[in-house]
Structures are given as C-alpha cells and as structure tokens.
C-alpha cells in the first residue's frame, strides 16, 4: 500500500527555523517526483514545488523560490520541506504527494500544521 | 489570484449533473493534457479524481469525468450525491516557470 507520512504538527516563533517531513512507503520513492503544496487557513491549494529522489533534481514556483528548501534522502525514502526562517505568514497546512503525472498527483500525506506565532 | 479561474461555487440536488469549469491560457490547459481535478472534503488531504484531462484514478467513480475545450476543462459529476459536497480543485502544467498552477477551488453545494 502508497503511504506517505507526515510530520507532525509544529508551533513556532517568527525567526525560528523548520524542517517537516514526508516519509514515502508501499512504492519505488527514488521513481516519483514529491511535490509539496501550501493551503493557508480557508484558501485554496498552492504548488510550491517538487524534487525527484532519485537525482535530488528540484524546482521551486517563484513564489516560494528562495523562501524554501526542498530536500530529500533517498536512503530513509523521505522529502522534507525547511524554513531558515519562519514568518507569520507561513502559518498554514502543508501537504506532500506523489506526482504520477504532470500536475496529476495520486497519493497525498496527511498534511503538517504549521503555525508561527509570537 | 489564482492563475487557473473556477466558479467560486456551484450546486446541485441530488441525482442531477453539475459542471465545474477551469479556464486557463495557452501557456497551460489549452497547450497541454495535463489538467487534473481534486476533491477536498473539510479537513481532509485532497484527493485525485481526474488526471491527464480525462482519465480516472483506479477506486474514482464513473460519475466523475473530465474534459477540454481550448483553454478552457470541465469536471463534471453526474448522479449527484451528498457525499460529494467538497471544495474541487483544477490544476495544469505551465509553461511558465511556475511548472504547476491550481484553480482558486469550487465550493459544491449538494442542495
């Protein structure tokens, strides 16, 4: 069976850094690309970006480019997600998936909570 | 702004079919087939149902199915039922640099 599994849920303070992670199972992880997706409390989805664990190969949405850092370790078939330093504004749920195809991803973790509050 | 437009929200009774639109450009759902549709119940991980334009996740009901007209996909669900009441998510391949964009979502109302 496809799992990915989460971290959990983190409170932190403006300035403080973060890493959450995505621990992929059931599958071949170095295969598919993991991509990451932001939804802030009410609002809708947002791609930040993906990596594919097999070459470490990763891109960002301009958005996030520069605000994040996407990683994995394919030895512990797992993709994190890091902050150098958070903002109150990053207080949201954080989704990993896998992308079976462009766009298309199939199996979703079930989401970290991220809130960063002084 | 979301770089994908979708009604914001739609209903329908149940046993009727309703169709959530998902317009985009030439740089993504009119210059290629990858437009996928996702499901979101409240508090919950969104889940796949239409991929590649049109096809269905093994597990994804027959009344959902997904199609393209230029720059424009449809979601349509036919035989409406209560469970279906969810947010709905488009998203599609860019061209841009951004490489994946999703639809604002559509709240559906199973009246």
């Known amino acids: 069976e496809v799992q990915l599994v989460q971290s959990g849920a983190e409170v932190k303070k403006p300035g403080e850094s973060l890493k959450i992670s995505c621990k992929g199972s059931g599958y071949s992880f170095t295969s598919y690309w993991i991509g990451w997706v932001r939804q802030m409390p009410g609002k809708g989805l947002e791609w930040m970006g993906i990596?594919?664990?097999?070459?470490?190969?990763?891109r960002y949405s301009p958005s996030f480019q520069g605000q994040v850092t996407i990683s994995a370790d394919k030895s512990i078939s797992t993709a994190y997600l890091q902050w150098s330093s958070l903002k109150a504004s990053d207080t949201a749920m954080y989704y990993c998936a896998r992308q079976e195809s462009v766009a298309g991803y199939d199996y979703w973790g079930q989401g970290t909570l991220v809130t960063v509050s002084s | 702004q979301s770089a994908l437009t979708q009604p914001a929200s739609v209903s329908g009774s149940p046993g009727q079919s309703i169709t959530i639109s998902c317009t985009g450009t030439?740089?993504?759902?009119?210059?290629?087939?990858?437009v996928s549709w996702y499901q979101q119940h409240p508090g919950k991980a969104p889940k796949l149902m239409i991929y590649?334009?049109?096809n269905r996740p093994s597990g994804v009901s027959n009344r959902f199915s997904g199609s393209k007209s230029g720059n424009t996909a449809s979601l349509t669900i036919s035989g409406l039922q209560a469970e279906d009441e969810a947010d709905y998510y488009c998203?599609?391949?860019?061209?841009?640099?951004?490489?994946?964009?999703f639809g604002g979502g559509t709240k559906l109302t199973v009246l």
């Open positions: 590649d334009v049109s």
């Open positions: 998203s599609s391949y860019t061209s841009s640099s951004t490489y994946v964009v």
């Open positions: 030439s740089s993504d759902v009119g210059g290629y087939n990858y």
């Open positions: 990596i594919y664990p097999g070459d470490s190969d990763t």
